[in-house]
T-cell receptor, first 113, second 113 residues
Framework: DQQVKQNSPSLSVQEGRISILNCDYTNSMFDYFLWYKKYPAEGPTFLISISSIKDKNEDGRFTVFLNKSAKHLSLHIVPSQPGDSAVYFCAAVSQGGSEKLVFGKGTKLTVNP | DVKVTQSSRYLVKRTGEKVFLECVQDMDHENMFWYRQDPGLGLRLIYFSYDVKMKEKGDIPEGYSVSREKKERFSLILESASTNQTSMYLC????????????FGSGTRLTVV
């Protein structure tokens, strides 16, 4: 049973436009959410996170939005750059629980020049 | 910065061999994890450890074992390698909890022939 779902395996956008990556979760105990970015032949690296007490967190070109009632979060990248081409993983955790991150299957973003 | 080092970037092993994948972290993290990444399947947790000599099974432990004799080192063992264990293996570590989640190593691409 997938608790964290990234329903789009891939996304292609033009350089300079907005990229929106989506993530849904089913476990209402999750209270902290993270996005990781992964290039081929490298390990995932932390990108941005959000606590369930917030609905938005921004870091430069990257913004994560959280809609708790819909159990949905999204990562916005504006403007998109070719160097953003990577696989993006959404992850969730219940901080009072096992402390283990639960990952989605990832979305491969391609930003075309 | 925390560094998680995986001993090999690429490995080729024969079916039936016993394979050791080594991971070392340098920041005194309590938790260490082994994942495998496969296309379309995302990151799947094999084993994790929250203390020396402690280990717990993840989602796909079959065919694998682990060893954590020292806090900084977490080894993944393929008892008898099979072709379906060809994959990218990722080690990660974390403090008991941080807002940045896990730090990943660069990965080991294992091919079993």
């Amino acid at each position: 049973d997938q608790q964290v779902k990234q329903n789009s395996p891939s996304l292609s956008v033009q350089e300079g436009r907005i990229s929106i990556l989506n993530c849904d979760y089913t476990n209402s105990m999750f209270d902290y959410f993270l996005w990781y970015k992964k290039y081929p032949a490298e390990g995932p690296t932390f990108l941005i996170s959000i606590s369930s007490i917030k609905d938005k967190n921004e870091d430069g070109r990257f913004t994560v939005f959280l809609n708790k009632s819909a159990k949905h979060l999204s990562l916005h990248i504006v403007p998109s750059q070719p160097g953003d081409s990577a696989v993006y993983f959404c992850a969730a955790v219940s901080q009072g629980g096992s402390e283990k991150l639960v990952f989605g299957k990832g979305t491969k973003l391609t930003v075309n020049p | 910065d925390v560094k998680v080092t995986q001993s090999s970037r690429y490995l080729v092993k024969r079916t039936g061999e016993k394979v050791f994948l080594e991971c070392v972290q340098d920041m005194d993290h309590e938790n260490m994890f082994w994942y495998r990444q496969d296309p379309g399947l995302g990151l799947r947790l094999i084993y994790f450890s929250y203390d020396v000599k402690m280990k717990e099974k993840g989602d796909i432990p079959e065919g694998y074992s682990v060893s954590r004799e020292k806090k900084e080192r977490f080894s993944l063992i393929l008892e008898s390698a099979s072709t379906n264990q060809t994959s990218m293996y990722l080690c990660a570590s974390s403090l008991f909890w941080t807002t940045r989640g896990y730090t990943f190593g660069s990965g080991t691409r294992l091919t079993v022939v």
